[in-house]
């Protein structure tokens, strides 16, 4: 069950900018353009994320393997 939604909430977010928490701690954020059942991710203008003095390291395109995600949050759209 919770699978179905998993891959409902990544169909959604297709195109769309997402983030990506690992499991080594590191968050990615970037466009989400596909994914497969093992949610092996690939995003597109994927940056990593760093809290301590709000910057960020551009990758361009990456695949991230499904084992190394913790969560996956769509980002929220702004209102024009």
């Known amino acids: 069950m919770s699978s179905d939604i998993s891959l409902r909430v990544l169909s959604e977010s297709l195109g769309g900018k997402v983030l990506v928490r690992l499991r080594n701690g590191k968050i990615?954020?970037?466009?989400?353009?596909?994914?497969?059942?093992?949610?092996?991710l690939i995003l597109e203008q994927a940056e990593e994320l760093n809290d301590e003095n709000s910057s960020s390291k551009q990758l361009g395109t990456i695949v991230v393997r499904g084992d190394n995600i913790i969560m996956v949050s769509p980002t929220v759209k702004e209102k024009k």
Do not use: F
Not at 28 to 40: A, K, V
């Open 28 to 40: 990615l954020r970037g466009i989400l353009q596909g994914y497969d059942q093992h949610m092996n």
